[in-house]
């Protein structure tokens, strides 16, 4: 395992299943679903879901953003795009998110059927939609999410959704393999070395910063983000929608900006409204549980039907860990 250049296309999985390879008589749900019949079907090319997205074109003109998974093939993943129908029917009115048209299991498969944006995917190299990036990320942040029930109960908070982020460094310096890990760091191994005490403390204090009662997306990278026909920018893929601070969204989408564009994330995130919410001990605590996050999960065994996520994963790591050395850490460890 060794540290990835920096990508300059959105992450994809090549593995991902093609309109073609859509069994016959699911496609033709897909058609009635949709209420006309498919002529032609863009496989998304962003994103590691292996099961078919896309978007299919209808007779007579009509467009609809399809997903589809099988629970004999899918089985690790199928349960993502449940999740995610449940939210998107509970978000309150105005949450920059596409409309889901019906939802239907059908022969072991679940489908989905989105309203298609009309913009295309956001390009981070070009202003505009580095703006429009901004604006969502600051939008939600900005969405009071205390009454939002899915399935009756209401969202839960981020350190209790997403546990799994804060104990990664602390499992990344303990694992038998930590100096084959810890190299994927490269110009970063040394520093992360020397701070490996400290590192532990943040990602322990990193819990209690979190809390709050805005809406929390939780997967906000530059590929969960597509313009609609007015350039503005809309959040996909919400399966792990949550509540807590409304700088959280910001803060980790700066990250996956910072990846694309060279930027530094630190000097993107101060830009955003819901920064100024977010205290010098929650900025260090958090970028320190995702670069943690990004280090372990990326020097993991690899996923069969997931190809690239691994790599994409210790990609990430680079420009948290920048920024993690931006910061006087042990001026804010557990302070």
Same mark, same amino acid.
């Given at each position: ?27 033709? @749900?897909?058609?009635? !679903?949709?209420? $006309?019949?498919?002529?032609? /079907?863009?496989? %998304? +090319? =962003? &994103? ?119 104990? @990664?460094?602390?499992? !990344?310096?303990? $694992?038998?393999?930590?100096? /084959?890990?810890? %190299? +994927? =760091? &490269? ?149």
């Amino acid at each position: 395992m060794t540290p990835l250049p920096r990508p300059t296309a959105a992450p994809h999985n090549p593995a991902r299943l093609t309109w073609q390879g859509v069994p016959s008589r699911v496609r033709d @749900r897909i058609a009635t !679903l949709s209420g $006309a019949d498919v002529v032609g /079907a863009t496989t %998304a +090319t =962003a &994103g590691f879901s292996p099961g078919y997205a896309g978007v299919v074109e209808l007779a007579g003109g009509g467009r609809v953003f399809v997903k589809a998974m099988s629970d004999a093939d899918h089985s690790g993943s199928i349960w993502l795009n449940r999740a995610e129908a449940k939210v998107v029917r509970a978000l309150p009115a105005g949450t920059p998110a596409a409309a889901l048209r019906w939802e239907e299991e059908f022969e072991g498969w679940h489908l989905l059927g989105f309203d298609a944006l009309q913009g295309g995917p956001l390009d981070p190299a070009r202003p505009e939609h580095r703006e429009a990036a901004r604006h969502l990320l600051d939008s939600i942040g900005e969405i009071d999410a205390t009454g939002v029930r899915v399935d009756g109960a209401p969202l839960e908070p981020f350190a209790q959704a997403l546990a799994d982020l804060f104990p @990664r460094w602390s499992q !990344l310096f303990d $694992a038998e393999d930590a100096d /084959a890990r810890l %190299a +994927t =760091a &490269g110009p970063h191994e040394t520093w992360v070395r020397t701070k490996a005490s400290v590192l532990r403390d943040l990602a322990a204090s990193a819990p209690a910063h979190t809390v709050g009662s805005r809406l929390v997306h939780a997967d906000l990278r530059m590929d969960n983000m597509v313009l609609d026909a007015g350039g503005r920018a809309i959040a996909v893929d919400w399966p792990w929608a949550c509540i807590g601070a409304p700088w959280l969204d910001a803060l980790a989408g700066c990250v996956s900006l910072a990846l694309h564009t060279g930027l530094p994330a630190r000097q993107l995130f101060h830009a955003h409204r819901g920064a100024a919410a977010c205290s010098a001990d929650a900025e260090a605590a958090m970028v320190a549980v995702l670069a943690g996050y990004f280090m372990h999960a990326g020097t993991e065994p690899d996923v069969p039907a997931l190809p690239g996520l691994r790599e994409f994963q210790r990609a990430q790591a680079l420009p948290a860990l920048d920024w993690l050395r931006s910061l006087e850490l042990d001026a804010h460890a557990l302070s």
